[in-house]
């Protein structure tokens, strides 16, 4: 039984990036919606289920073989599909839902897909694809896999066509494409799990989960200088003036041209002496 804690989430986000353990973060941040979550089940689940692949597989396989043997199990044999009916529903970004609902968004499905794949030994890497993450495959070809559609293969060409319109030219697509493919740090993909919360909970008007999200944010990349700020709107939200103040103050430090950095030192200004007050 494994139950994380807080300081088991800092602990986990605090090793080098290659060192971090997508899965065991994943599932500590669901432990803020489920905090008697016994995360090993899960962890045990991606085990058990590479290990059931392995038993039938031949290292000696090609690759695109080895892969299809993994697509196979996971959404033909376990049956895992994107949530398209209730995407924004909060359960699709908690890793213990998904592997029990067997249905997420694109984040999370691509974190199944990793998490078993690098138990078998592939060669996988996450991609931060705007508006819809992927899995790629690494070597002298790659292979773009998007697990949302049951592990789909993407060509190239058709990455452009979904990048044009957030570019505003397919010509711009085509120039934006090796950064938007390239391979996502680990702590991006956990950073992108939290934004995909923080969304969520904005849309509801929850500022206590809200809040819970942005300290996870805080706590995954302290120098992250937008995480602090929007840390401090929410904490000033909440009437907490002086965190606010010092999130505010911490953000100007690691942005201090900021496009948005008088408007933060008016806030500060505003709060600081409410803050003195009521202390």
Same mark, same amino acid.
């Given at each position: 039984?494994?139950?994380?804690?807080?300081?088991?989430?800092?602990?986990?986000?605090?090793?080098?990036?290659?060192?971090?353990?997508?899965?065991?973060?994943?599932?500590?941040?669901?432990?803020?919606?489920?905090?008697?979550?016994?995360?090993? &089940?899960?962890?045990?689940?991606?085990?058990? &289920?590479?290990?059931?692949?392995?038993?039938?597989?031949?290292?000696?396989?090609?690759?695109?073989?080895?892969?299809?043997?993994? $697509?196979?199990?996971?959404?033909?044999?376990?049956?895992?599909?994107?949530?398209?009916?209730?995407?924004?529903?909060?359960?699709?970004?908690?890793?213990?839902? %998904?592997?029990?609902?067997? &249905?997420? @968004?694109?984040? &999370?499905?691509?974190? %199944?897909?990793?998490?078993?794949?690098?138990?078998?030994?592939?060669?996988? %890497?996450?991609?931060?694809?705007?508006?819809?993450?992927?899995?790629?495959?690494?070597?002298?070809?790659?292979?773009? *896999?998007?697990?949302?559609?049951?592990?789909?293969?993407?060509?190239?060409?058709?990455?452009?066509?979904?990048?044009?319109?957030?570019?505003?030219?397919?010509?711009?697509?085509?120039?934006?494409?090796?950064?938007?493919?390239?391979?996502?740090?680990?702590?991006?993909?956990?950073?992108? @799990?939290?934004?995909?919360?923080?969304? *969520?909970?904005?849309?509801?008007?929850?500022?206590?989960?809200?809040?819970? %999200?942005?300290?996870?944010?805080?706590?995954?990349?302290?120098? +992250?200088?937008?995480?602090?700020?929007?840390?401090?709107?929410?904490?000033?939200?909440?009437?907490?003036?002086?965190?606010?103040?010092?999130?505010?103050?911490?953000?100007?430090?690691?942005?201090?041209?900021?496009? +948005?950095?008088? $408007?933060?030192?008016?806030?500060? +200004?505003?709060?600081?002496?409410?803050?003195?007050?009521?202390?």
């Amino acid at each position: 039984m494994w139950k994380p804690s807080p300081s088991d989430f800092e602990a986990l986000v605090s090793k080098p990036d290659e060192a971090l353990d997508i899965a065991r973060i994943a599932l500590a941040l669901a432990m803020d919606a489920y905090p008697d979550l016994d995360a090993g &089940t899960y962890l045990a689940w991606l085990d058990t &289920t590479a290990e059931a692949i392995a038993d039938a597989a031949d290292l000696r396989m090609p690759l695109p073989e080895r892969l299809a043997m993994l $697509d196979r199990q996971l959404f033909e044999v376990e049956g895992f599909r994107g949530n398209r009916d209730d995407y924004f529903d909060p359960r699709n970004s908690f890793l213990n839902d %998904v592997i029990e609902r067997r &249905t997420g @968004i694109p984040i &999370t499905l691509s974190v %199944v897909y990793l998490e078993v794949g690098w138990r078998l030994g592939l060669p996988l %890497v996450p991609v931060s694809f705007p508006a819809h993450f992927l899995v790629a495959s690494t070597g002298s070809r790659r292979v773009f *896999i998007d697990p949302f559609n049951r592990g789909a293969r993407v060509p190239p060409a058709e990455l452009v066509v979904r990048l044009a319109p957030i570019t505003g030219s397919v010509e711009q697509a085509r120039q934006s494409l090796p950064k938007a493919t390239a391979p996502a740090s680990r702590r991006a993909v956990a950073m992108r @799990i939290l934004r995909n919360l923080k969304g *969520i909970y904005e849309r509801r008007g929850d500022l206590e989960l809200l809040l819970v %999200v942005s300290n996870r944010m805080v706590a995954l990349d302290p120098e +992250d200088a937008a995480a602090r700020r929007d840390r401090g709107h929410v904490l000033a939200r909440l009437e907490c003036y002086r965190a606010a103040c010092h999130d505010y103050l911490h953000y100007l430090r690691l942005a201090p041209f900021a496009g +948005d950095a008088a $408007d933060i030192r008016e806030r500060v +200004d505003r709060l600081r002496p409410i803050a003195t007050r009521l202390n």
